[in-house]
C-alpha cells in the first residue's frame, strides 16, 4: 500500500499551489481519501476528503472558498487545488484513505479513522 503526497513548496500569500496523491496497492474505488495538515506545535487537522465516487466533498471551515478536492479515479489520484494561500496554511500536508461509509459525513476529518496515510508534503506560504 502506498500514497503518494507531492506538489508541496514554497508560495507567497495569495498564490496558489496544486497537491497530488497517487494510490496504490488497495482499491482505491472503495476508499474515500482525505487531506490533512499540520503545522509545528499543533494538532494534525483535517483540510478535506472526497468520497470513493467523487460525489461527496468536505471541507474545513478554513479552507472552504479556497481550496478545492477532486479525484481521477482512473488514475487513482486525488488533487488537492489551493488558491488564495495564507500564511497560516503553512504545514506539512498529508493525504490518507479511509473506507468509505456512512460515517464519513461527521468523521472525515478525524486523522485517527484513516488506514493508509502517505509520507506528507511541505508547503510554505510566506507573506
Known amino acids: 500500500v502506498q500514497l503518494q503526497a507531492s506538489g508541496g513548496g514554497l508560495v507567497q500569500a495569495g498564490g496558489s499551489l496544486r497537491l497530488s496523491c497517487a494510490a496504490s496497492?488497495?482499491?482505491?474505488?472503495?476508499?474515500?481519501i482525505g487531506w490533512f495538515r499540520q503545522a509545528p506545535g499543533k494538532e494534525r487537522e483535517g483540510v478535506s476528503c472526497?468520497?470513493?465516487?467523487?460525489?461527496?466533498?468536505y471541507y474545513a471551515d478554513s479552507v472552504k472558498g479556497r481550496f478545492t478536492i477532486s479525484s481521477d479515479n482512473a488514475k487513482n489520484t486525488v488533487y488537492l487545488q489551493m488558491n488564495s494561500l495564507k500564511p497560516e496554511d503553512t504545514a506539512v500536508y498529508y493525504c490518507?484513505?479511509?473506507?468509505?461509509?456512512?460515517?464519513?459525513?461527521w468523521g472525515w476529518g478525524q486523522w485517527w479513522g484513516y488506514d493508509y496515510w502517505g509520507q506528507g508534503t511541505q508547503v510554505t506560504v510566506s507573506s
Open positions: 496497492g488497495f482499491t482505491f474505488d472503495d476508499y474515500a
Open positions: 490518507a484513505a479511509t473506507i468509505d461509509s456512512p460515517n464519513l459525513t
Open positions: 472526497i468520497s470513493s465516487s467523487g460525489g461527496s466533498t
